[in-house]
């Protein structure tokens, strides 16, 4: 197979996201530092670039962050090149594949969860980011911002007019959505 690798910038201008041709890993995973990516392979070789300071991997993409003070339009071409000699070389993106997502809790909780799953998660994706559910107490859902949302200015509006207006008006016992700090 011939892979491909284009790009597209996300709603951080710090994160670019890097589509290929091929499935990378069946859900998310998230490598915010160097020391998070022992167990990836794929995210170990890229954080050996100076200027790696994020990985995140999404079905058939890899989001990576760069430091403050390099440029993108000096990197992309490096980090384009290595992504596709990675993925044609098979280079793991996690060493144990992750479990099926099972959800627990209370009516509300589960309904919450699956409305993350099948709505706000494939949205978010397409920005190059991900979003899980950690709670829900008194009436607030707890959600962690990862990959290209991790620090995006856009995050908190996203959380706010979007995430938090369509968990209210699918579950009524929800009434705020906030993020955990990473």
């Known amino acids: 197979m011939n892979i491909n ?5 996300t709603p951080n201008p710090a994160t670019m996201k ?3 041709n091929k499935l990378l890993i069946n859900g998310s995973v998230d490598y915010p530092t160097k020391e998070s990516a022992e167990k990836s392979p794929f995210a170990k070789e890229l954080f050996k670039f100076s200027f790696v300071n994020g990985v995140f991997f999404a079905s058939n993409f ?4 760069k430091t403050e ?9 490096i980090v384009k090149e290595f992504v596709k000699g990675a993925v044609e070389s098979e280079l793991l993106v996690q060493l144990k594949e992750q479990e099926d997502v099972v959800f627990e809790g209370t ?5 919450i969860q699956q409305i993350l ?3 706000v998660r494939p949205a978010v ?3 190059g980011g991900a979003i899980s559910y950690k ?6 859902v707890t959600v962690e911002l990862r990959g290209s949302c991790s620090g995006c200015p856009s995050s908190t509006i996203t959380l706010k007019s979007g995430i938090e207006n369509l968990l209210k008006r699918m579950v009524p016992e929800v009434t705020e959505v906030v993020s955990e700090a990473m």
């Open 5 to 9: 690798v284009y790009t597209e910038s």
């Open 18 to 20: 890097f589509i290929v």
């Open 62 to 65: 890899v989001t990576v962050t």
């Open 69 to 77: 003070g390099s440029d993108w339009s000096d990197l992309e071409p």
């Open 107 to 111: 009516e509300a909780e589960i309904k």
């Open 117 to 119: 799953q099948d709505y």
């Open 125 to 127: 994706e397409q920005d």
């Open 135 to 140: 709670s829900f107490n008194d009436g607030v």
